[in-house]
């Protein structure tokens, strides 16, 4: 499997995972319970690799460059990846939220830190003059989050990794109301 695959196709059991990792399917409970943990494993390791760390940056003085980075950085990637794919943590959420209610609770936990993270940085950024004091931190934290999963679904139907990098730099700087 290459990053940003799925890595439960919808419908597949084990053995079929198994298969496309080119595994026996008894190796698959070596490392995983159930399809669900692998789910959460997938989401973890996603998550891991899509630029958090850019949110913590030292290198970036600016808490508005460090959102504004990870979204750049983010958009490079989805282009880098497929647009195709769109955003694994997107396509568990709506392929889990009926039938499998530890991963889409557990993807939900990742939006909600993430939005957690945002909501800190958006408020520095205020303190610091670079975001106006009346953007309401909370909102455009769950915005920026929605902004993104929007922007990566569409791109999987465009198909279109440029305009998806130029909707999330003006989607991103117009709800931080910078230019």
Known sequence: MRPGDDPVPEGAGVAGIAAAAGAPKGSFYNHFRSKADLAVAAADRFVAGNGGEILEDPSLPRALDRIVDQFAFLGSRLEEMGVVRGCLLGNLAADTASDEPTVAAHVERIFAGWSARLEALIQTAQDAGDVDGSVDTTVTADLLVALWEGVA?????????????????VGVRRLLGVS
């Open 153 to 169: 679904l569409r791109a999987k139907v465009h198909g279109d990794g440029a305009a998806a990098r130029r909707q999330l730099d």
